[in-house]
């Protein structure tokens, strides 16, 4: 949980290594695509906090690109997110544990 005195931004990074080489139903290709996500994350006191995401994506075909945004991350110890893809709503679950050290 982030502390409700402070904000906390997180770079996620990942590469496609083997993906979709094609246009499917106007989506670009995955293949040896490398994704950025931006993560803003605020605490609002104890057991609440909420993140906003930023989405992007670049290739050497199609440079980069903003895929999206979303700002539905709840975290009442166990964090539920909802996150609208392309056709469809991505329902999530973490579940996490803070260790004092």
């Known amino acids: 949980m982030v502390s409700h005195t402070a904000a906390m931004i997180e770079l996620h990074s990942n590469f496609t290594l083997q993906g979709s080489k094609q246009v ?11 994704h950025e996500t931006v993560e803003i994350t605020q605490g609002f006191n104890e057991w609440f906090e909420t993140g906003f995401y930023i989405f992007t994506s670049t290739d050497t075909k199609y440079g980069w690109q903003y ?35």
């Open 24 to 34: 499917e139903d106007g989506v670009r290709p995955t293949n040896h695509a490398l």
């Open 67 to 101: 895929v999206g945004n979303h700002i539905w991350e709840f975290n009442f110890g166990v964090g539920i997110g909802v996150t609208q893809a392309t056709d469809h709503l991505l329902v999530k679950m973490i579940i996490g544990r803070r260790l004092n050290t």
